[in-house]
């Protein structure tokens, strides 16, 4: 009796901190939302440094293929995994990802991003062994809560994973010489995977988020509040919609122009001009869905605009993108720019800001500098553009591009960092 009596607690106590392990481990949002800012913040003053040849340039492919790599790889597919682990199984009603295989794959993140930051000395080898390993596991840890979902989108969400997997493998046998073709096209691939992925997941939350905003109380309710009758509806209002055929349409397009990206590198053969009557076709479909989502009826509301705002840039960078497939003086690097700042960099910051606040038991109220860091994003992304389409002015416009960004993830360190680190205010785990 009294050895039961001592392992009792001995067993409630590591039962506990089996289900509650630290709060930066039960869940996938917050350390990924914690050190992709970080990492974001830091990356874009040094690659401003070394694009400007006030640092050495690293040796690994090349310096666009460096900073590239390491926004995409970094920065944004930390977003992706700390959104994913969160969302994917609320959706599949499955288990939430936390403890040990949470920082295990933490791990192979952060040790991707030690093998970059040492690309000045590191072989490729090195640094493929170091890097390689993320995409893949995330891809396997959400495998069979996508797999065994009825949703034909979750099959979608995990397809991206794995070509973005390959799409990593083959930037680093093109940086130790097991092939031979222009950096930038193999960065287009991994650029259009996000694009699908972001407009797929975005082109559900958002008008979702939208209508149930419009159409219910306040977001600034406690979540403890007694219920509100909703209000009836305002004439002056114009309904949400997202209108399935188009949805449909535009990811069949973004897939299609991604998959001319890959035959293109894969063959070869020249595939630009189809593959920007695509991005062209699928820019217009996105055009139509942002505008039937009533983005202008948000503007009230900081979590919701920031959203749309971030979403416009996505057919914005589809049209300069195919622009400069079909043009030669148009740059490329604005349609990038305008999708991989604009668009990714806005909807994970909008993202990131609201699943914090909303997964830790807070009331959907941004800190006010939020609204600031917003703006910034596409401030920044605005510049980039601009310095891109007006050579005279690309210096001036990459320091305020490389500031905006500073600004932006900056304030989000600032106002999130302590809330990703403590538990819970409503004393659940998570």
Avoid at 134 to 149: D, E, I, K, Q, V
Avoid at 307 to 329: M, N, T, Y
Avoid at 398 to 424: D, K
């Amino acid at each position: 009796m009294k050895g039961n009596s001592m392992a009792s607690p001995i067993s409630a106590s590591a039962a506990l901190t089996a289900e509650r392990p630290h709060p930066l481990l039960q869940a996938g949002f917050r350390p990924f939302f914690l050190l992709g800012s970080a990492h974001g913040t830091l990356l874009i003053p040094i690659w401003a440094f070394i694009w400007q040849g006030l640092l050495p340039t690293p040796s690994w492919s090349s310096t666009i293929a460096w900073h590239a790599h390491e926004i995409l790889g970094g920065f944004v597919a930390a977003g992706v995994a700390g959104f994913l682990l969160t969302a994917v199984p609320v959706w599949t009603d499955s288990a939430p990802i936390r403890g040990l295989p949470l920082l295990g794959l933490v791990s192979l993140w952060c040790i991707g991003r030690v093998g970059f930051a040492l690309a000045w000395w590191l072989d490729p080898l090195s640094l493929l062994l170091l890097d390689v390993a993320f995409l893949p596991m995330l891809a396997a840890t959400l495998a069979r809560r996508l797999l065994t979902s009825s949703e034909p989108r979750h099959w979608s969400i995990l397809a991206v994973l794995i070509l973005w997997s390959l799409a990593n493998v083959a930037q680093h046998a093109r940086a130790m010489g097991y092939f031979v073709t222009a950096p930038r096209e193999l960065l287009h691939i991994p650029a259009h995977l996000v694009v699908f992925l972001v407009v797929l997941v975005g082109g559900r939350l958002i008008p979702f988020f939208t209508r149930n905003a419009l159409e219910h109380p306040p977001e600034n309710l406690e979540p403890t509040s007694a219920p509100v009758e909703p209000a009836p509806p305002d004439a002056s209002r114009r309904p949400v919609r997202d209108y399935r055929e188009i949805a449909v349409l535009s990811l069949v397009a973004l897939a299609g122009a991604a998959l001319l990206d890959i035959y293109g590198v894969v063959t070869g053969l020249e595939s630009e001009e189809h593959a920007a009557a695509m991005r062209l076709l699928a820019g217009c479909l996105l055009a139509v869905r942002w505008w039937s989502w009533r983005g202008l009826q948000t503007l009230d509301r900081p979590l919701l605009w920031s959203l749309h705002l971030a979403f416009a840039w996505i057919p914005i960078g589809l049209w300069l993108e195919a622009a400069s497939e079909l043009h030669s003086a148009i740059s490329e690097v604005a349609g990038l720019h305008a999708l991989g700042i604009g668009g990714f960099g806005g909807l994970i910051l909008a993202l990131m800001s609201r699943v914090a606040l909303g997964h830790t038991g807070r009331p959907l109220v941004p800190p006010r500098p939020l609204q600031v860091a917003y703006l910034a994003m596409s401030l920044c992304a605005g510049l980039r553009v601009l310095g891109a389409l007006v050579p005279i002015l690309s210096r001036l416009a990459l320091w305020g591009s490389a500031t905006a960004w500073v600004v932006a993830l900056g304030l989000f360190l600032l106002s999130y960092a302590p809330l990703l680190c403590a538990p819970r205010v409503d004393g659940r785990a998570g």
